[in-house]
């Protein structure tokens, strides 16, 4: 999985304060259960150790008498306890103590506690008291004369105290763990959030034709990234969409309005009595059938992009003929071309083999090229139509020595609509041409090579893989 997807950020903002919280939980609950029953096991083992050295020194009496004998008796006994004992006389002052260091002690008062009866203290010491620092339990002898007491102090209860204080500070760390899972998931989710209310504002302006903004994709998990470039790519081609809808219109308007202006002039001309002067009215119906003629290849351009558009382009492969058929179709700018005072060279490669193509589709493309090169080349130039087939490629060369194209143009004069920047090269037709030319070949798993330089022509070569039929 990776670290910047949204699936990780949606596991992490949800786990993060787990992570956060368990680990201090289980230390507390470790700790908490190890000194809770620590100590309450001790202060038991306490209660218990001082109600034996309290029975067995109540029927020693003499030791509340003897010091020597009081000392002689903790040294005895001392060893098998687990805390310092204390023996206390009936006022609650030290007599004597198993702790060396507590010989300043002796005389002091260590007990005020009130005198309770031997069961009543034996029931209390008895308790579970983890929060006990000491146990005094009275020294009775049997007649009931009260001796003296025995206190013990709990010897873990320092560490029981500093576990009071660890639970405090642990609480404290689960309490700012939470919060901090909580405002990290917070900010991620809101992140997240921000991130989608862009994209569905983006998308609204789009609908709504409002102003674009493409969407910054740098910094996102990878589905928000795919998600914006998905958008931006849709976004671009719409406003590509849209600036080719005018350009179209535009194209239309100008090229559909300039034949018909012609033809109504010839047929106002007609009317008016031209028809009588026979070579007038040759003349004029000429000029009516070239902008006729026009007008039908404007119409196979925008029927050749709309089959585009619309994905129809299918070719429909047969056997052909290639040098029969390259004669066929340039005849007519042949023709047209030695009418403009062209030079026309033809070097058709002779006997090539009969290959599968769609003869129809590229007919048209070779045609675009033809007339773009007939069109744009000055009086006195050369047109030369080649072919041959070599290493199963099929060639078909168109050469002219018109004006030229620029390197920064020549691989924008193949986008629709597109005529170039100069006056001298596309200046004319709706720039859709080597576009469907492109498309054509493209499809029959072809490209077309363009070799051009400003002053010196151009040469457009189409190559397409082919087997022999």
């Known amino acids: 999985m990776k670290p910047r997807s949204l699936r990780f950020r949606l596991i992490v903002s949800n786990l993060l304060p787990l992570f956060l919280v368990l680990p201090f939980v289980g230390l507390l609950m470790i700790y908490l259960l190890e000194t809770q029953g620590i100590v309450a096991s001790v202060s038991r083992d306490l209660s218990r150790q001082a109600i034996l050295v309290a029975d067995t020194a109540s029927v020693q009496p003499d030791i509340w008498l003897d010091k020597n004998s ?11 306890l687990s805390a310092r004992v204390m023996l206390l006389d009936t006022g609650g002052r030290i007599l004597v103590t198993s702790d060396p260091a507590d010989e300043g002690l002796i005389g002091t008062i260590a007990y005020t506690g009130e005198y309770q009866s031997v069961e009543e203290a034996i029931k209390n010491a008895s308790r579970e008291a983890p929060e006990q620092r000491e146990v005094v339990i009275p020294v009775v002898r049997n007649d009931g004369l009260l001796l003296g007491f025995v206190k013990m102090d709990n010897p873990i209860m320092d560490i029981y105290q500093r576990s009071l204080q660890l639970r405090q500070v642990t609480i404290w760390v689960i309490a700012v763990g939470l919060a901090a899972g909580i405002l990290l998931g917070t900010l991620l989710s809101r992140d997240l959030a921000r991130q989608l209310r862009a994209a569905t504002q983006a998308v609204t302006n789009l609908s709504t034709g409002q102003s674009l903004n493409l969407l910054d994709e740098s910094k996102k998990p990878d589905e928000i990234r795919q998600l914006y470039r998905a958008f931006n790519t849709l976004a671009t081609r719409l406003k590509n969409a849209e600036d080719n809808r005018k350009r179209l219109l535009s194209n239309l308007v100008h090229e559909i309005g300039r034949p018909l202006g012609s033809l109504q002039s010839a047929v106002q001309a007609l009317a008016g009595g031209a028809d009588k002067d ?3 009215q040759a003349e004029l119906l000429d000029g009516m059938a070239g902008e006729l003629h026009r007008l039908d290849h404007l119409v196979g351009e925008l029927a050749n992009l709309h089959n585009e558009l619309a994905g129809t382009l299918v070719l429909r492969r047969e056997p052909l003929k290639v040098e029969e058929w390259l004669h066929r179709i340039t005849e007519t700018y042949r023709q047209e071309a030695l009418e403009k005072k062209l030079t026309w060279e033809n070097n058709i490669q002779p006997d090539m083999p009969v290959v599968d193509l769609d003869a129809e589709q590229l007919t048209l493309a070779v045609q675009n090229l033809v007339s773009n090169a007939i069109r744009y080349t000055p009086s006195g130039g050369t047109i030369t139509l080649g072919s041959e087939i070599s290493h199963s490629n099929l060639k078909i060369m168109v050469k002219d020595t018109g004006p030229g194209i620029p390197l920064s ?5 193949f986008e629709a609509f597109s005529r170039g920047s100069t006056s001298k090269r596309f200046s004319q037709g709706m720039g859709l041409g080597l576009t469907i030319a492109r498309d ?11 070799d051009s330089q400003p002053g010196a022509g151009s040469e457009f070569n189409i190559v397409i893989p082919v087997k022999p039929s």
């Not at 009081?70 to 098998?80: M, N």
């Open 70 to 80: 009081a000392e002689k008796f903790l040294q005895r006994i001392s060893p098998r």
């Open 278 to 280: 026979k070579a007038l």
């Open 409 to 413: 143009e020549q691989q924008k004069i």
């Open 440 to 450: 054509i070949v493209e499809a029959h798993g072809g490209r077309i090579e363009l």
